[in-house]
């Protein structure tokens, strides 16, 4: 069963539980919302499923530890890090996550175009290589084609969202629970975009439910 997660960016905490309170699934930006260690705990201490994300910010190395890691304690779902990161990190936040019984998304992000096939399908084994539980895609659409080839990551076996970003790469987002994504993202109604092209969560619900009544 798949459900819509949606992205929370908002610094004020009680508009915060006020917004995880109208949906059973959210991404926690710990890096946008700059929550203290025990504002974090009690929202991950929530019966929600919640991601942790936490993007990288210079300077800012320790405390993106110490978010995630009191989420993870908390009973963080999810832990989400970068594609990108430097295997010492990788490597001590994927087992203190598996510790605590969280899975691991490894999310590779290109805000510029979407690769070409070949390359997203080594971005995916290689992401599952590196310790993901599961592997994020998420790449800026320029054509349809770009649509295309993102979908058909779906083919590959294991745990993948595969999601295009920006106008055109919207429809991947409604498609993409039909064709195996476990959850796909959502902004809130009343919150701010997290990436390009996401769509409000009502919208996204709605059209989702007018597929599958179809």
């Not at 992205?7 to 915060?16: G, L, T, V």
């Not at 993007?55 to 832990?79: C, N, V």
């Not at 920006?166 to 009343?190: C, Q, S, W």
Request: charged content about 25%; some cysteine.
């Amino acid at each position: 069963m798949f459900m819509i997660c949606v992205a929370i960016s908002d610094k004020n905490f009680e508009h915060c539980l006020s917004m995880l309170e109208k949906t059973d699934m959210a991404e926690i930006r710990l890096d946008l919302t700059q929550f203290s260690p025990e504002q974090v705990r009690h929202i991950f201490s929530l019966q929600k499923k919640l991601i942790a994300t936490y993007r990288p910010l210079e300077g800012k190395e320790e405390e993106q530890k110490e978010q995630l890691k009191a989420a993870i304690e908390a009973g963080a779902d999810y832990m989400d890090i970068e594609f990108e990161c430097c295997e010492e990190y990788r490597k001590e936040m994927i087992e203190f996550a598996h510790k605590h019984n969280c899975d691991v998304i490894i999310s590779y992000h290109n805000f510029d175009c979407t690769p070409g096939l070949e390359d997203l399908r080594k971005i995916v084994a290689e992401s599952f290589q590196k310790g993901a539980d599961l592997a994020k895609i998420a790449t800026m659409v320029k054509t349809n084609n770009d649509n295309a080839e993102i979908l058909s990551l779906y083919n590959i076996p294991g745990r993948v969202v595969a999601f295009g970003m920006g106008n055109l790469g919207k429809i991947t987002r409604i498609v993409a629970p039909f064709l195996g994504a476990e959850f796909t993202y959502a902004a809130m109604d009343e919150g701010e975009q997290t990436a390009p092209g996401q769509i409000k969560y009502s919208i996204m619900k709605a059209a989702i439910q007018h597929i599958e009544n179809l």
